[in-house]
């Protein structure tokens, strides 16, 4: 990880956290007075995508103008390509234990799996690729910039300690 030299760096890094924490509470609150609206469902959530990749350019402006270093701070490390062939390959097989272990139990405790809100958004994505990929795309992009690019470096620099940084992160 880049240092973070000065006083006044330290500063701009506790501004961006709370910043950060600052947007994502107000996003949480807007959402459901959007939801509220008229609006079709589909509207609704692509509106409520692009307040999040608004929220993450607002991070990305903060960066450059306040903090004036790097969104992500960290150093990049090059394995070989052995190694992404294997955490592959690792997590696909802990996902599919996963989910394979958390069927048999929620059949075996006698679950339900229907879902009113579950086929409501399966109906919303069947009939809509393009929502389906941009919902996607956000999801997997913006988490991560927001939470393990900008947030989490910048707490296990404050904490010293990368496991509360991964926890207040999670």
Partial sequence: ??????????????????????????????????????????????ISRLLIWCCTLLIYIYVLLIEK???????????????????????????????????ILTKLCGFEMKSSKIS?????????????IFTCLT???TEEIIFRGYLLPRLEYLFKNSTIAILISS
């Fill in 69 to 103: 270093q790097k969104l992500l701070l960290w150093t990049e490390v090059n394995y070989p390509i052995l190694f992404y062939i294997k955490s592959y390959l690792g997590i696909s097989i802990l996902l599919l234990i996963g989910v394979f272990v958390i069927g």
């Fill in 1 to 46: 990880m880049n240092q973070i030299n000065n006083k006044n760096q330290r500063q701009n890094v506790i501004i961006g956290v709370l910043f950060t924490f600052c947007i994502l509470s107000v996003y949480l609150f807007i959402f459901p007075l959007i939801n509220a609206t008229s609006l079709s469902k589909e509207n609704i959530f692509i």
């Fill in 139 to 141: 999801a997997g992009f």
């Fill in 120 to 132: 409501e958004v399966v109906a919303l994505f069947k009939d809509n690729l393009p929502l389906l």
